[in-house]
């Protein structure tokens, strides 16, 4: 794991935006296209901003896949993830994109949507993987104890307190009863088949969840600890989130 720990949100935006555009200019300069995940939250603004922005993308050859959705939760709500990634990415680009695969999480079977989006990722191996990491350690909607070893690409899981709590947190909903307790989610498994990862962490209040995935077990108790075994995976930090590493920033 390669970290970054940049002096502003801003920063860290741009800084996870270049690297990001620099991984699908080459994948689209190698094969003439590129396959990427986008994660939504408040931790991905800026990130999402500054890839919009970058220059040299043909962004008619890249396939886009959503990382996770509430279960239940129309796209007109505010909190909504599809509601989030059309305005606040798809909008923004320069042109359309090859394909958009969005979440439809208020589709009547939720199963049946994980294994609509499976079979598609299935066709379209992922370039890139934006993702961040949730206060209580949990990357993706895979809340702990996460599962670690199932090998389907998208899957229904039941969402924490914390997790729950965190949303609330971050304006999200009027109030805790508001927040969904399950969600469609990208599995750890999926995730982790993606050629590179970009994780990118501000806030002091996510710095426990980033020094247990950096310096506690590698466990499923901190979901986004496994990062730690990609091959290719930069990790992203403000210095409020990496404040309470042991190492000096």
């Known amino acids: 794991m390669n970290i970054k720990v940049c002096d502003s949100k801003k920063e860290l935006g741009h800084a996870s935006g270049f690297a990001a555009a620099e991984l ?12 990427l995940i986008v994660a939504t939250g ?7 901003a500054s890839l919009s922005a970058e ?5 008619t050859r890249v396939t886009m896949f959503h990382l996770d959705e509430y279960v239940g939760l129309p796209e007109s709500h505010p909190a909504s993830f599809r509601k989030y990634l059309k305005e606040r990415f798809v909008a923004k680009l320069p042109a359309l994109l090859a394909m958009a695969n969005f979440v439809n999480g208020d589709f009547a ?10 079979e598609l990722i299935k066709k379209h191996p992922i370039d890139v993987a934006l993702v961040g990491i949730g206060e209580n ?19 229904v899981v039941k969402l924490d307190d914390k997790c729950r709590q965190q949303q609330l947190g971050e304006g999200w909903f009027p109030n805790f009863d508001a927040v969904p307790s399950r969600a469609i989610s990208m599995s750890i498994r999926q995730i982790m088949k993606s050629k590179a990862i970009i994780c990118t962490v501000p806030d002091s209040r996510k710095a426990e969840a980033v020094k247990n995935t950096i310096e506690g077990a590698l466990s499923n108790l901190c979901p986004a600890s496994v990062l730690r075994m990609h091959p290719h995976c930069e990790l992203f930090l403000d210095r409020p989130a990496a404040s309470e590493l042991s190492w000096k920033i």
């Open 24 to 35: 699908l200019r080459k994948a689209i300069a190698e094969k003439g296209k590129a396959n």
């Open 42 to 48: 408040a931790s991905q603004f800026d990130t999402l």
């Open 55 to 59: 220059k040299g993308i043909d962004w």
């Open 109 to 118: 079977d939720p199963h049946a949507e994980c294994e609509r989006l499976s």
């Open 137 to 155: 350690g949990h990357l993706a909607f895979n809340d702990p104890p996460a599962d670690f070893n199932t090998e389907e690409p998208y899957i």
